[in-house]
């Protein structure tokens, strides 16, 4: 994972604190995002999560939730205003 030792200070700061399990795999879904973006967490905009919901369409709900959460951390963490983009529904729209 490639990112600021500014960054790179916030998210260990953010696993060192509250329940430590939860937040140590929020971190680590936050480092993989980096991963598989192959650029620093600092350069990960909407587009690129757009891009990893469609490579990841096969995860279950709660699954992207959890991914989803750990994404709004590392939006909070970066000080970027609004949310990360939310997982496209599995669910089929309402025929009506």
């Not at 879904?29 to 469609?54: F, N, S, T, V």
């Amino acid at each position: 994972m490639r990112c600021t030792d500014k960054t790179r200070a916030a998210l260990h700061a953010y696993a060192r604190k509250g329940g430590k399990a939860a937040r140590k795999k929020q971190v680590a879904r936050i480092e993989a995002l980096g991963d598989w973006c192959k650029k620093p967490l600092e350069q990960i905009g909407k587009k690129d999560i757009y891009d990893y919901w469609r490579a990841n369409a096969t995860l279950s709900d709660d699954t992207k939730r959890d991914h989803y959460y750990a994404f709004a951390t590392l939006w909070t963490i970066l000080g970027r205003d609004g949310e990360p983009p939310r997982w496209p529904s599995s669910k089929p729209p309402d025929s009506k």
